[in-house]
Protein backbone atom coordinates (compact mmCIF):
# COMPACT_ATOMS: atom_id res chain seq x y z
CA UNK A 1 0.00 0.00 0.00
CA UNK A 2 1.24 3.63 -0.52
CA UNK A 3 1.42 6.19 1.40
CA UNK A 4 -1.27 8.53 -0.39
CA UNK A 5 -3.78 6.60 -2.51
CA UNK A 6 -5.13 9.68 -4.75
CA UNK A 7 -8.88 8.67 -6.63
CA UNK A 8 -10.29 8.80 -9.26
CA UNK A 9 -7.28 7.30 -11.17
CA UNK A 10 -8.44 8.18 -14.60
CA UNK A 11 -11.24 10.67 -15.09
CA UNK A 12 -12.50 11.98 -18.91
CA UNK A 13 -14.78 14.91 -19.25
CA UNK A 14 -16.11 17.24 -21.29
CA UNK A 15 -14.70 20.70 -21.84
CA UNK A 16 -16.88 23.10 -19.51
CA UNK A 17 -17.52 20.42 -16.52
CA UNK A 18 -16.85 21.08 -13.20
CA UNK A 19 -14.10 18.15 -11.47
CA UNK A 20 -12.83 17.10 -8.18
CA UNK A 21 -10.00 14.49 -7.22
CA UNK A 22 -8.58 13.06 -3.90
CA UNK A 23 -5.58 12.29 -2.05
CA UNK A 24 -5.91 10.10 1.16
CA UNK A 25 -3.72 8.79 4.07
CA UNK A 26 -3.98 7.99 7.05
CA UNK A 27 -1.20 9.69 8.25
CA UNK A 28 -1.18 13.30 8.94
CA UNK A 29 1.49 15.81 7.47
CA UNK A 30 2.13 19.23 8.37
CA UNK A 31 2.22 20.47 5.00
CA UNK A 32 0.65 18.59 1.12
CA UNK A 33 1.80 19.87 -2.51
CA UNK A 34 -0.25 19.19 -5.69
CA UNK A 35 1.78 18.77 -8.81
CA UNK A 36 0.69 18.56 -12.49
CA UNK A 37 2.56 16.27 -14.48
CA UNK A 38 2.13 16.92 -19.00
CA UNK A 39 2.97 14.01 -21.33
CA UNK A 40 7.10 13.70 -21.75
CA UNK A 41 7.77 16.24 -18.61
CA UNK A 42 8.37 15.97 -15.42
CA UNK A 43 5.54 17.17 -12.50
CA UNK A 44 5.49 21.02 -11.52
CA UNK A 45 4.51 22.04 -8.51
CA UNK A 46 0.82 24.15 -8.44
CA UNK A 47 0.30 24.84 -4.69
CA UNK A 48 1.29 23.76 -1.13
CA UNK A 49 -1.36 23.78 2.00
CA UNK A 50 -0.19 23.85 5.47
CA UNK A 51 -3.04 24.45 8.00
CA UNK A 52 -6.01 22.41 8.43
CA UNK A 53 -9.17 23.62 6.54
CA UNK A 54 -6.88 25.52 4.05
CA UNK A 55 -8.53 26.47 0.69
CA UNK A 56 -6.29 28.10 -1.64
CA UNK A 57 -7.19 29.12 -5.29
CA UNK A 58 -5.48 29.07 -8.76
CA UNK A 59 -7.74 30.38 -11.19
CA UNK A 60 -10.13 27.42 -12.00
CA UNK A 61 -8.59 24.93 -9.44
CA UNK A 62 -9.53 25.33 -6.13
CA UNK A 63 -7.25 23.34 -3.74
CA UNK A 64 -8.49 22.42 -0.20
CA UNK A 65 -6.87 20.62 2.89
CA UNK A 66 -8.71 18.45 5.11
CA UNK A 67 -9.89 20.05 8.56
CA UNK A 68 -7.37 16.58 10.52
CA UNK A 69 -4.27 16.87 7.63
CA UNK A 70 -4.70 13.29 6.61
CA UNK A 71 -6.44 14.57 2.90
CA UNK A 72 -6.74 17.01 0.24
CA UNK A 73 -8.96 17.72 -2.68
CA UNK A 74 -8.41 19.32 -5.97
CA UNK A 75 -11.50 20.90 -7.53
CA UNK A 76 -11.71 22.23 -11.24
CA UNK A 77 -14.02 24.13 -12.41
CA UNK A 78 -15.37 24.98 -16.15
CA UNK A 79 -12.32 22.72 -17.06
CA UNK A 80 -10.06 23.34 -20.60
CA UNK A 81 -8.92 21.02 -22.90
CA UNK A 82 -5.42 22.55 -21.37
CA UNK A 83 -5.92 21.13 -18.01
CA UNK A 84 -5.27 17.27 -19.38
CA UNK A 85 -2.43 16.09 -17.48
CA UNK A 86 -1.46 13.75 -14.37
CA UNK A 87 -2.34 15.20 -11.27
CA UNK A 88 -0.17 14.25 -8.08
CA UNK A 89 -0.35 14.83 -4.43
CA UNK A 90 3.13 14.56 -2.73
CA UNK A 91 4.15 15.03 1.22
CA UNK A 92 7.22 15.41 2.74
CA UNK A 93 7.61 12.66 5.96
CA UNK A 94 10.49 10.66 6.76
CA UNK A 95 11.45 11.41 2.85
CA UNK A 96 9.16 13.04 0.11
CA UNK A 97 6.64 11.10 -1.39
CA UNK A 98 3.54 11.14 -4.35
CA UNK A 99 0.40 9.78 -4.68
CA UNK A 100 -1.16 7.54 -6.98
CA UNK A 101 -2.42 10.09 -9.66
CA UNK A 102 -5.36 11.07 -11.02
CA UNK A 103 -5.15 11.12 -14.90
CA UNK A 104 -7.42 13.65 -16.09
CA UNK A 105 -8.40 14.54 -19.73
CA UNK A 106 -10.58 17.40 -21.35
CA UNK A 107 -11.94 16.58 -24.68
CA UNK A 108 -12.79 19.76 -26.44
CA UNK B 1 18.78 28.18 -16.80
CA UNK B 2 18.99 24.12 -17.02
CA UNK B 3 17.34 23.31 -13.93
CA UNK B 4 17.55 19.53 -13.71
CA UNK B 5 18.90 17.55 -16.46
CA UNK B 6 19.07 14.07 -16.93
CA UNK B 7 20.48 11.58 -19.28
CA UNK B 8 19.78 9.87 -21.36
CA UNK B 9 16.00 10.73 -22.49
CA UNK B 10 15.96 6.90 -23.84
CA UNK B 11 17.54 3.54 -23.58
CA UNK B 12 16.91 0.16 -24.54
CA UNK B 13 18.60 -2.88 -22.75
CA UNK B 14 18.62 -6.26 -22.71
CA UNK B 15 17.87 -8.29 -19.48
CA UNK B 16 21.17 -8.62 -17.30
CA UNK B 17 22.99 -5.59 -18.39
CA UNK B 18 24.07 -2.33 -16.92
CA UNK B 19 23.47 1.45 -16.90
CA UNK B 20 24.01 4.59 -15.08
CA UNK B 21 21.10 7.24 -15.73
CA UNK B 22 22.95 10.73 -14.60
CA UNK B 23 21.29 13.50 -13.19
CA UNK B 24 22.72 16.82 -12.76
CA UNK B 25 20.90 20.21 -11.12
CA UNK B 26 22.41 23.63 -10.69
CA UNK B 27 19.85 25.21 -8.12
CA UNK B 28 22.44 24.57 -5.33
CA UNK B 29 20.11 21.78 -3.96
CA UNK B 30 20.75 19.97 -1.06
CA UNK B 31 18.47 16.94 -1.12
CA UNK B 32 18.19 14.99 -4.49
CA UNK B 33 16.19 11.92 -5.26
CA UNK B 34 14.94 9.35 -7.83
CA UNK B 35 11.95 8.36 -8.92
CA UNK B 36 10.22 5.42 -11.02
CA UNK B 37 7.02 6.06 -12.94
CA UNK B 38 4.22 3.02 -13.82
CA UNK B 39 0.94 3.46 -14.83
CA UNK B 40 -1.38 3.69 -11.85
CA UNK B 41 1.72 4.11 -9.42
CA UNK B 42 2.41 7.68 -9.69
CA UNK B 43 5.78 8.16 -8.61
CA UNK B 44 7.67 5.57 -6.39
CA UNK B 45 10.90 6.54 -4.52
CA UNK B 46 13.97 4.55 -5.36
CA UNK B 47 16.78 6.25 -3.12
CA UNK B 48 17.28 10.14 -1.86
CA UNK B 49 20.19 11.88 -0.50
CA UNK B 50 19.68 14.49 1.36
CA UNK B 51 23.10 15.78 1.30
CA UNK B 52 26.25 15.42 -0.54
CA UNK B 53 28.00 12.07 0.94
CA UNK B 54 24.72 10.91 2.20
CA UNK B 55 22.36 8.23 0.58
CA UNK B 56 18.83 6.34 1.78
CA UNK B 57 16.49 3.82 0.51
CA UNK B 58 13.05 5.28 -0.15
CA UNK B 59 10.14 2.91 -1.16
CA UNK B 60 11.41 0.81 -3.96
CA UNK B 61 15.43 0.51 -3.58
CA UNK B 62 15.69 -3.27 -4.67
CA UNK B 63 17.70 -3.82 -8.02
CA UNK B 64 19.52 -0.36 -7.87
CA UNK B 65 22.14 1.34 -6.95
CA UNK B 66 22.60 5.24 -6.07
CA UNK B 67 26.02 7.75 -5.98
CA UNK B 68 25.74 11.05 -4.58
CA UNK B 69 29.35 12.21 -6.76
CA UNK B 70 28.98 15.78 -4.94
CA UNK B 71 26.42 18.37 -4.52
CA UNK B 72 25.46 18.60 -8.16
CA UNK B 73 25.64 15.15 -9.59
CA UNK B 74 23.12 12.19 -8.04
CA UNK B 75 23.31 9.11 -10.29
CA UNK B 76 21.57 5.91 -10.26
CA UNK B 77 22.85 2.56 -11.15
CA UNK B 78 21.25 -1.06 -12.42
CA UNK B 79 23.96 -3.47 -12.01
CA UNK B 80 21.96 -6.39 -13.79
CA UNK B 81 18.63 -5.21 -15.34
CA UNK B 82 15.21 -6.91 -15.48
CA UNK B 83 12.26 -6.20 -17.16
CA UNK B 84 10.58 -5.04 -14.00
CA UNK B 85 12.30 -2.28 -14.38
CA UNK B 86 11.05 -0.90 -17.40
CA UNK B 87 9.97 2.18 -16.33
CA UNK B 88 9.92 6.15 -16.74
CA UNK B 89 12.98 7.30 -14.46
CA UNK B 90 12.81 10.67 -12.74
CA UNK B 91 15.13 12.93 -10.52
CA UNK B 92 13.99 15.26 -8.58
CA UNK B 93 15.62 18.66 -6.71
CA UNK B 94 14.97 20.59 -3.31
CA UNK B 95 16.04 22.90 -0.64
CA UNK B 96 15.24 20.48 2.81
CA UNK B 97 12.12 21.58 4.41
CA UNK B 98 8.45 20.57 4.48
CA UNK B 99 6.88 23.54 2.47
CA UNK B 100 9.67 23.70 -0.48
CA UNK B 101 9.11 22.81 -4.17
CA UNK B 102 10.33 20.03 -5.87
CA UNK B 103 12.06 20.15 -9.54
CA UNK B 104 12.34 17.32 -11.92
CA UNK B 105 13.85 16.86 -14.74
CA UNK B 106 12.74 15.42 -18.10
CA UNK B 107 12.94 11.94 -17.36
CA UNK B 108 14.66 8.73 -18.62
CA UNK B 109 12.33 6.18 -20.26
CA UNK B 110 14.43 2.74 -19.85
CA UNK B 111 12.94 -0.55 -21.62
CA UNK B 112 14.34 -4.07 -20.36
CA UNK B 113 13.67 -6.59 -22.94
Known amino acids: TQLLEQSPQFLSIQEGENLTVYCNSS?????LQWYRQEPGEGPVLLVTVVTGGEVKKLKRLTFQFGDARKDSSLHITAAQPGDTGLYLC????????FGTGTSLTVIP | NAGVTQTPKFQVLKTGQSMTLQCAQD?????MYWYRQDPGMGLRLIYYSASEGTTDKGEVPNGYNVSRLNKREFSLRLESAAPSQTSVYFCASRVEGMRTEAFFGQGTRLTVV
Open chain 2, 27 to 31: MNHNS
Open chain 1, 27 to 31: SVFSS
Open chain 1, 90 to 97: AVRGNQFY
